[in-house]
């Protein structure tokens, strides 16, 4: 059986939980979010429109953070996603990422509001979902991986 995993914030056992169609493990006290590499499913191309320009671009918080991965105890780096300046924890082991209640209450509003704007026909939580699906995915996860990298690498940064 596998060891159980604690949060990083308040060290409460994460509880696995389906949410949009979407399984991750959630802290049931700070309602915290941990989200592991996945294959990426079939997902709908009008859901799926966040494409790689530089709204999507990747920023690596310059400080490491005092929170643990909750699969390797590691301590994890925080990294920016530009295009819902979206504040992300990440394992360097590539387990996963962590995302707190209030960074996901915040995307789903912002999402909810463009959704209005727009008049789209996508549901906010249909793209949340897909979102998140994405920040999972092997092409994610590998230009996390570059990025963090290159940032410890001294000669010049490639543009990511
Ligand atoms: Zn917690
Ligand atoms: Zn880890």
Redesign the pocket.
Known sequence: MMHAMKCPICDSELAQKKRDGVEMEVCPSCQGMWLTRQELPQLEDEVFDFGDDEKGSLMLGSDSTTRK??????L?RSFQYRLYDLDLDF??????YWLDAEEDKRILELMKKEEKNLGRKVLAEDRFAAHLQYLRSGSFMDRLRDLATAAMDPRPKPDL
Do not use: L
């Open positions: 991965c909750p699969q390797c105890g590691k994890m394992c360097e082991e590539q387990h996963g």
